[in-house]
């Protein structure tokens, strides 16, 4: 699933910054921010309504921050995006799977 693959970037980015790793810290969190941009991009906006867009702008929050992270090598603010996917994935894993479509 997409927020595994994120959650799991993320997790990695951390421990390349905690050992000063610059270039397998930047090539994961480009990898979380291209998952990201495919979970915004496959928001249906004409069925989802209000709630589409309101994903839409945490994801491009999510991307931002994660864009900060990685300029100030700032692993509280990977830890921030990784909370609130955790949040997001939570209220999808307690949508029945037949309204996922």
């Not at 810290?25 to 928001?43: E, F």
């Not at 999510?62 to 990977?78: F, N, Q, S, V, Y």
């Not at 921030?80 to 037949?98: A, F």
């Amino acid at each position: 699933m997409l927020f595994d693959g994120a959650l799991d970037r993320i997790a990695s980015a951390k421990g390349a910054m905690e050992r000063g790793d610059t270039g397998v810290q930047g090539a994961l969190l480009g990898k979380a921010i291209t998952i990201i941009d495919n979970m915004r991009a496959s928001l249906d906006h004409q069925q989802g309504g209000e709630l589409a867009g309101k994903l839409a702008d945490l994801y491009d929050y999510m991307e931002r921050r994660l864009l900060e992270a990685g300029t100030k090598a700032d692993p509280e603010i990977l830890d921030e995006v990784s909370g609130l996917l955790r949040e997001v994935k939570s209220g999808w894993d307690q949508i029945p799977e037949s309204f996922r479509r």
